[in-house]
Each structure stands twice: as structure tokens, then as C-alpha cells.
């Protein structure tokens, strides 16, 4: 990706679908790094879904729907366009502004799940400015 000034931004990604993991769509040409993990991806995709499961399980009482409503729109084993965002930041050279491209996230579905060994999420007011946090 680049930057409104051209300059390469410092983030790259690679989205991967589980609908091709789970081989509920016509498999995609990945990476080689991709090819060779098939096996770990579908293990993070699945265990990720048990987790969904179990929150979506206590959001159907409350709402009230029956148990397996919620989960039940978002079925493993059928096409549904779930994805797996990789995000590789670059290092950034001593001195130079660390800006990336990705300045915005707006979420397409009901729940997100941020797996992050560092992270965190960033919410922020629509009158905050646009700058990087002080961890950046």
C-alpha cells in the first residue's frame, strides 16, 4: 500500500478467508508460507469459533432467542466470508514518521476479535485527531 503522498506505508496484509481453509468455497492461490500452515489456520479458525460460541451462547438468553440463534448465523461448515486480517508492521528508520495507511477500522460484522500478542484497540471519538498514540 501507499500513502495520499506516495510514500510506501510501513503496514502490510494478507487476508485469509476460512471459507477457503475450511474448503467451503474454491480454494484461493496463497503463499507458500500460507500452503504450508493450512493446518495451523484451521485449528486458529476453529478455535476461534469456539470462543465465538461460547460468547454468542450467553448473548441468546438476554436477547431473547432461543440457544444456538446467534450462532447459528454464523455456520463453520457453510460459505460466510469470515476472514483472518495478517498485519505485518515494517520497522520504521530511526527519526522517520511512522505513519501507516490503515488510519481508519470499521467493522462488517457484529463481533471483532483482536488477537494481539502486544496490542491492543485504539477507540476513538469522531472530534479526536488523527495522530498516532504515544505507543506508536
Known sequence: MKLEDGSPDR?????????????NS???LAPAVVETHRPEFRAFFY?????????LSHLDAPLGLEDGT??????????FGTSLRLLKAFPS????KARTGLVGYTDLVSITMLL????GLQILLPSAPKKPSDSD
Open 26 to 28: 474454491p480454494s484461493r
Open 93 to 96: 528508520a530511526s527519526g522517520l
Open 116 to 119: 494481539n500478542v502486544v496490542g
Open 11 to 23: 503496514m502490510a496484509f494478507y487476508n485469509l478467508s476460512q471459507d477457503d481453509i475450511f474448503r
Open 47 to 55: 478455535y476461534a469459533y469456539l470462543i465465538l460460541s461460547r460468547l
Open 70 to 79: 446467534l450462532i447459528s448465523l454464523s455456520p463453520l461448515e457453510k460459505a
